[in-house]
């Protein structure tokens, strides 16, 4: 019944940007935390950036501080990823999770029950 899907990759040129989106099912999405995680090839899966049930608790791991924003549309249920100035390292498969958090935003892996399938992007010339 809960259900996190995420879409908007895609292949894009060094400099570009996308937008990916979390659609959200099975929950009030408004009570919980979400944060958005990275797998590149061959690494461990790495927290990229989160935010609070409100909104107004974000965070961002340093590697994208400055070019990603993310933001939530409750009614929508629907939490988005802009992404900006993409880099070649940015390149991975892109998750979105719920947390068992609701107030605090914390890209902790161990704070997420539930994730989506992963959506891809890619970045090169």
């Known amino acids: 019944q809960l259900q996190l899907v995420e879409s908007g990759g895609g292949l894009v040129q060094p400099g570009g940007s996308l937008r990916l989106s979390c659609s959200i099912s099975?929950?009030?999405?408004?009570?919980?935390?979400i944060g958005w995680f990275r797998q590149a090839p061959g690494k461990e899966r790495e927290g990229v950036s989160c935010?609070?049930?409100?909104?107004?608790?974000?965070n961002y791991a340093d590697s994208v501080k400055g070019r990603f924003t993310i933001s939530r549309d409750n009614a929508k249920n629907t939490v988005y990823l802009q992404m900006n100035s993409l880099k070649p390292e940015d390149t991975a498969v892109y998750y979105c999770?719920?947390?068992?958090?609701?107030?605090?935003?914390?890209?902790?892996?161990?704070?997420?029950?539930?994730w989506g399938q992963g959506t891809q992007v890619i970045v090169s010339s």
């Open positions: 099975g929950f009030t999405l408004d009570n919980y935390a």
């Open positions: 935010i609070s049930n409100s909104g107004g608790n974000t």
């Open positions: 999770a719920k947390s068992i958090q609701r107030l605090l935003c914390r890209t902790v892996l161990s704070w997420y029950d539930y």
